[in-house]
């Protein structure tokens, strides 16, 4: 999410057009998300439900509550009776940047910089229209553009002004899912997204003369619809399911303001396509414990598209994602939870993102139950740029803490 180390040093472009997306849970569960890190779209940092997230940021394989009806429709018909499901997402970013030679203005010395915010809350109901059929709808924040930086890093040496960055707003979706149960224990959902938003994005440009030195803003209006498929099988003690979201075509319009320039511009973006599978076992042997695993395929590729402002062409890899939770009941009433997972970037199949995930869900009454998650991701890699005849290099360290508390209320 360094954009302004990328203006001061050089860097692909000033502005990056961030991912509006996961939007359905891109690489893992329930969706919300920010970016962060300085690849072109700074990758993706998810929160999903609490329970999701304290399994392994699984999605398909842990969806037994209202918030399956953003991942995996299909299993809504996997519990009895109508639910209703309220979350509240924290998530805190951090980034450090160690330059290997000196190009900051503190000679070479480390910068540093932590973002924290709360999500909007996520919301979902299922109706148990009858046996077979279940129905849901539910609302969800795909993308946090929320982000505020502002140093005099690059005011020494050969550059003046001030650096500050900072983004606001969000793009959200309102989802209507369907649920229909077969023979055999198959069941077949379907969701479909109506997704819409109005982040903004304003950063100074720092230069070596005042006359290089700007303001720029952009104001995006972002606007698409994509469906999401599912199936799922309960077999008791084994239950998998699959879930397919097709890629979504998101219309934006876009605002972009220079020093005194303003022009307006239109575009148009497509969503990944998401292929997920995932296998739950309950194991009820001397110690009753449960196992989460999905294996997630992000069509990265989907993404590519050109600037309408910069006019540069993005592209990006696919990428495969693996989730592991491990649920055990310490009594009746409470379970706790931990897991692992391991995310590449959609740029270089060679940065990784590790996850430890753990906590716990207890029955507040027989018809409450509460969710509490928590999640801690780490990222380590070098990055380099090049701006006129200087080549700057930096090692990049980058943390996130995601906290999720959530209440699911059996109707």
Same mark, same amino acid.
């Given at each position: 999410?360094?954009?302004?180390?990328?203006?001061?040093?050089?860097?692909?472009?000033?502005?990056?057009?961030?991912?509006?997306?996961?939007? /359905?849970?891109?690489?893992?569960?329930?969706?919300?998300?920010?970016?962060?890190?300085?690849?072109?779209?700074?990758?993706?940092?998810?929160?999903?439900?609490?329970?999701?997230?304290?399994?392994?940021?699984?999605?398909?394989?842990?969806?037994?509550?209202?918030?399956?009806?953003?991942?995996?429709?299909?299993?809504?018909?996997?519990?009895?009776?109508?639910?209703?499901?309220?979350?509240?997402?924290?998530?805190?970013?951090?980034?450090?940047?160690?330059?290997?030679?000196?190009?900051?203005?503190?000679?070479?010395?480390? =910068?540093?910089?932590?973002?924290?915010?709360?999500?909007?809350?996520?919301?979902?109901?299922?109706?148990?229209?009858?046996?077979?059929?279940?129905?849901?709808?539910?609302?969800?924040?795909?993308?946090?553009?929320?982000?505020?930086?502002?140093?005099?890093?690059?005011?020494?040496?050969?550059?003046?002004?001030?650096?500050? =960055?900072?983004?606001?707003?969000?793009?959200?979706?309102?989802?209507?899912?369907?649920?229909?149960?077969?023979?055999?224990?198959?069941?077949?959902?379907?969701?479909?997204?109506?997704?819409?938003?109005?982040?903004?994005?304003?950063?100074?440009?720092?230069?070596?003369?005042?006359?290089?030195?700007?303001?720029?803003?952009?104001?995006?209006?972002?606007?698409?619809?994509?469906?999401?498929?599912?199936?799922?099988?309960?077999?008791?003690?084994?239950?998998?399911?699959?879930?397919?979201?097709?890629?979504?075509?998101?219309?934006?319009?876009?605002?972009?303001?220079?020093?005194?320039?303003?022009?307006?511009?239109?575009? /148009?973006?497509?969503?990944?396509?998401?292929?997920?599978?995932?296998?739950?076992?309950?194991?009820?042997?001397?110690?009753?414990?449960?196992?989460?695993?999905?294996?997630?395929?992000?069509?990265?590729?989907?993404?590519?598209?050109?600037?309408?402002?910069?006019?540069?062409?993005?592209?990006?890899?696919?990428?495969?994602?693996?989730?592991?939770?491990?649920?055990?009941?310490?009594?009746?009433?409470?379970?706790?939870?931990?897991?692992?997972?391991?995310?590449?970037?959609?740029?270089?199949?060679?940065?990784?993102?590790?996850?430890?995930?753990?906590?716990?869900?207890? =029955?507040?009454?027989?018809?409450?139950?509460?969710?509490?998650?928590?999640?801690?991701?780490?990222?380590?890699?070098?990055?380099?740029?090049?701006?006129?005849?200087?080549?700057?290099?930096?090692?990049?360290?980058?943390?996130?803490?995601?906290?999720?508390?959530?209440?699911?209320?059996?109707?």
């Amino acid at each position: 999410m360094l954009k302004g180390v990328k203006s001061a040093c050089g860097g692909k472009k000033t502005i990056k057009i961030l991912i509006p997306a996961l939007l /359905a849970a891109l690489t893992i569960p329930s969706p919300a998300f920010t970016n962060l890190g300085m690849l072109d779209l700074g990758d993706p940092v998810y929160s999903g439900g609490a329970k999701s997230l304290a399994l392994g940021l699984t999605s398909v394989s842990s969806a037994k509550n209202a918030t399956c009806l953003f991942s995996n429709a299909a299993s809504m018909s996997a519990f009895d009776g109508s639910r209703f499901y309220f979350s509240l997402p924290l998530v805190t970013v951090s980034e450090r940047v160690i330059p290997d030679n000196n190009w900051s203005a503190d000679g070479g010395g480390a =910068y540093y910089n932590a973002n924290s915010y709360f999500e909007i809350p996520e919301t979902a109901f299922v109706y148990a229209f009858s046996d077979r059929v279940r129905l849901g709808m539910g609302m969800i924040q795909l993308m946090n553009f929320s982000y505020k930086h502002e140093a005099e890093a690059y005011s020494g040496g050969s550059y003046i002004g001030k650096f500050d =960055y900072k983004g606001s707003g969000n793009i959200r979706s309102f989802d209507i899912a369907a649920a229909l149960k077969f023979s055999g224990g198959w069941s077949w959902g379907m969701t479909h997204e109506i997704i819409s938003g109005n982040p903004s994005i304003e950063t100074s440009i720092i230069g070596t003369s005042e006359a290089s030195t700007k303001r720029e803003k952009r104001e995006y209006d972002f606007s698409g619809s994509r469906t999401n498929l599912s199936l799922y099988r309960d077999r008791g003690l084994w239950n998998y399911g699959l879930a397919y979201t097709a890629p979504a075509g998101l219309d934006y319009d876009v605002k972009y303001t220079s020093g005194t320039d303003s022009r307006k511009e239109k575009g /148009a973006l497509d969503l990944p396509r998401k292929l997920v599978f995932g296998l739950n076992h309950i194991w009820a042997g001397a110690v009753s414990a449960s196992i989460y695993f999905d294996i997630v395929k992000t069509f990265w590729s989907d993404m590519s598209f050109i600037d309408p402002v910069t006019l540069v062409k993005h592209n990006y890899k696919d990428s495969v994602s693996y989730h592991l939770g491990i649920e055990n009941d310490l009594s009746s009433t409470l379970q706790i939870r931990y897991g692992m997972a391991f995310i590449p970037s959609y740029e270089r199949t060679s940065v990784e993102r590790a996850y430890l995930t753990a906590g716990f869900g207890y =029955y507040i009454s027989s018809n409450m139950y509460m969710d509490l998650g928590y999640a801690y991701g780490r990222r380590n890699y070098l990055e380099s740029w090049q701006r006129f005849s200087t080549s700057y290099d930096a090692r990049i360290q980058e943390s996130m803490h995601m906290f999720n508390v959530s209440l699911d209320w059996r109707l």
